[in-house]
């Protein structure tokens, strides 16, 4: 365990460190690289203040070796260059320009894009790959046809997490599910209890809400250019690959290689469009400006896996696990523990699974002690939990959306935190669960 001056509550002075300067950024509008900076600030003050700076140097480094860091920053910058060729195609606009002439408003696009959404993360059980596959074609589309660009950034978001939160293959749903040692049949059952009502009201709101910016009526001129309609084989052939459940990784890099090859070939781009090399020590072209234009995203996540890899090394969750314990006195506190426990847990590590995994073992203990359904207590970790972590504006569900969107449409201003008060599943789900623990009855108790 990683040691600092002050005692004890030396342990918190990154955390504090980082959420100051988080909520600076948050109330400042400030884009990813507000929050890059809390990270890296928190990461100094720390080593400061730390007992052992060569223990603590190994604890941020060792945040970098999470497989999830790795999988996040590739599949990023690899979704920014599948984003460049579809937008540089004109495809977008083309696309556009026909949803115009078929008279789709804007409001019934953003509300579809979220249903399709939430079919893309039911079937690969990610939100982090709907983002990825989605927010390149839809969030442009949306804009073009005069949705709301929050709002559009938020229906994409919610869909993603939909299927995070319900699909049986999401990982969040495995974690809340093994560690209560609960069915999965059982989970999922009593999990769209919530899940589907939630998500009738997001399709509702997002109709209501989508149609609030203004047309881009000079796509329309785009439409006779027909063959950029081909790039669809990018965006296509990666939801294609990942519902066959080829890894994200592999399936936007076929994605790319097939525009790549399809664009020259029908002259929507040559091949020095994608790369050139004008001399004077520079590289130009389609695949170093997406990578370029990804980098700030990448800075971000390095400083948040170190972060969080000083946190677990801090064994910051387990003092979590301990609070949990003992506020649980009764079935409602022990119920309302869970929930905030799984999400502050979310919230300071970035992903709710590792929060669900590090804390299942105290959740199920209390849900034994207290007679609470095994499935109840997966589902307050995955929905209130998940809801909780995903509010939290530096986790992949506000940054990454947020990031994405502004690489897709360059002239976009979005924040982490307008995808947070935007992103209506878990503002939605949040409520509903905070209803169920006030007047949920003997349903959820194992002797009924």
Not at 40 to 69: E, H, Q, T, W, Y
Not at 201 to 228: T, W
Not at 396 to 410: E, G, K, Q, T, Y
Request: proline letters at 4%.
């Amino acid at each position: 365990m990683l040691t600092f001056r002050f005692g004890r509550a030396g342990r918190f002075i990154p955390l504090i460190t980082a959420a100051a300067f988080i909520l600076i950024a948050a109330l400042n509008e400030s884009d990813v690289s507000g929050y890059t900076l809390a990270f890296f600030l928190s990461i100094i003050i720390g080593s400061i203040v730390s007992s052992d700076r060569k223990a603590f140097g190994k604890a941020a480094l060792g945040g970098l070796c999470n497989p999830m860091f790795g999988t996040v920053s590739i599949a990023i910058i690899l979704a920014s260059i599948a984003g460049k060729l579809v937008s540089g195609s004109g495809m977008i606009d083309a696309l556009a320009a026909i949803l115009l002439h078929l008279d789709v408003s804007s409001g019934l696009f953003v509300s579809l894009s979220f249903l399709l959404c939430c079919v893309i993360s039911m079937s690969t059980g990610t939100s982090v790959g709907t983002y990825i596959i989605a927010i390149p074609v839809f969030f442009p589309i949306g804009l073009e046809l005069g949705a709301d660009p929050l709002v559009m950034i938020g229906a994409i978001a919610s869909g993603g997490l939909f299927g995070d939160n319900l699909a049986p293959i999401s990982d969040t749903t495995i974690a809340s599910a093994t560690t209560q040692h609960a069915e999965m049949s059982d989970v999922v059952r009593t999990r769209c209890r919530y899940s589907i009502p939630v998500a009738l009201l997001c399709f509702i709101a997002f109709i209501l809400l989508g149609s609030k910016g203004s047309v881009q009526h000079e796509a329309v001129a785009m439409v006779n250019n027909p063959l950029s309609l081909a790039m669809l084989l990018v965006p296509a052939s990666v939801i294609f690959l990942c519902l066959r459940k080829v890894d994200l990784i592999a399936s936007l890099s076929i994605g790319i290689a097939i525009g790549s090859i399809a664009g020259p070939i029908l002259g929507i781009f040559s091949f020095s469009d994608l790369i050139s090399y004008p001399g004077g020590f520079s590289v130009s072209g389609l695949y170093i400006d997406a990578i370029n234009g990804s980098s700030s995203t990448v800075f971000m996540l390095i400083g948040a896996f170190m972060f969080l890899g000083i946190l677990d090394e801090a064994e910051i969750i387990k003092e979590i696990g301990r609070g949990l314990s003992f506020l649980a006195r009764g079935r409602r506190s022990a119920e309302l523990s869970i929930m905030l426990a799984i999400g502050i847990g979310g919230a300071l590590t970035g992903v709710c699974t590792v929060s669900m995994v590090a804390l299942g073992p105290v959740v199920h203990s209390i849900g034994e002690k207290m007679g609470i359904r095994n499935e109840r207590c997966a589902n307050l970790m995955d929905c209130g939990g998940l809801s909780l972590t995903a509010v939290a504006p530096w986790t992949v569900h506000a940054v990454l959306p947020a990031s994405l969107a502004m690489i897709a449409v360059p002239s976009a201003v979005i924040a982490p935190m307008d995808v947070v008060l935007h992103n209506l599943y878990p503002l939605f789900m949040m409520p509903l669960m905070l209803f169920t623990i006030a007047f949920g009855g003997k349903e959820n108790m194992k002797n009924s």
